[in-house]
Nanobody
């Protein structure tokens, strides 16, 4: 129901834009988040956006480099990533929190109900 795309191999300092496409219009009423998981590490929060797009939050290490946005007409969420670093290398997942029209933001993986399959981002130094 959530499909990520846009990952790939990029040099340090480069940019990528990840896309998360939802199969149902219902997802436009949910807050959405991006998480990532590097080999041997736990899944960590990257960014989240409220259902309206009016509220956003970022992990400190990506502030100023990543931008989350959404287009509810297209049932799509984006993560624009610039100035990528080798430590950004991970599988990136989008997730939906499943709560109808809630303007809060959640940062823990356990608080999200729906997940995509992930897209690999590799940043070479």
């Amino acid at each position: 129901q959530l499909v990520e795309s846009g990952g790939g191999l990029v040099q340090a300092g480069g940019s990528l834009r990840l896309t998360c496409a939802a199969s149902e219009r219902t997802f436009s009423t949910y807050a959405m988040g991006w998480f990532r998981q590097a080999p041997g590490k736990e899944r960590e929060f990257v960014s989240a956006i409220s259902w309206s797009g009016g509220n956003t939050i970022y992990q400190d290490s990506v502030k100023g480099r990543f931008t989350i946005s959404r287009d509810n007409d297209k049932n799509t969420v984006y993560l624009q990533m610039i100035s990528l670093k080798s430590e950004d290398t991970a599988v990136y997942y989008c997730a939906a929190d499943g709560e109808f029209l809630w303007n809060g933001l959640r940062t823990r993986p356990t608080e999200y109900d729906y997940w995509g399959q992930g897209t690999q981002v590799t940043v070479s130094s």
